[in-house]
């Protein structure tokens, strides 16, 4: 029994490893077309400020509520980092989409 969990150890191990140097090569191969790879990196951005927007629970349903709570700073500079963030990331989605247009 021992030996087929060290098997399996080692296969997960190896496949591991074979997956990070495809990757590292599809990531040389594809250096060159920029605008592709700043489309994937904003919808990535994008799916984690959504994921974060979810998970940290942000909700502030009024002016009250933002009164009371007392991490009141900490809502102001996502207030102004996340829609900073959001657009520079859709603006390299578009660019992308334009990218793919062009071709």
Not at 22 to 27: F, G, L
Not at 53 to 70: E, H, Q, W
């Amino acid at each position: 029994m021992k030996i087929r969990i060290r098997f399996t150890r080692f296969t997960l191990n190896a496949l591991l490893v074979a997956l990070f140097l495809v990757s590292v090569y599809i990531a040389i191969i594809t250096y060159s077309y920029k605008e592709v790879i700043r489309g994937i990196l904003g919808l990535v951005v994008m799916y984690i400020l959504f994921f974060y927007a979810k998970v940290s629970d942000l909700d502030v349903a009024s002016i009250d509520t933002l009164l009371a709570n007392p991490k009141k700073g900490k809502l102001f500079v996502l207030a102004l980092v996340v829609p900073l963030i959001s657009y520079w990331a859709t603006r390299q989605i578009v660019e992308m989409v334009v990218f793919f247009v062009k071709r």
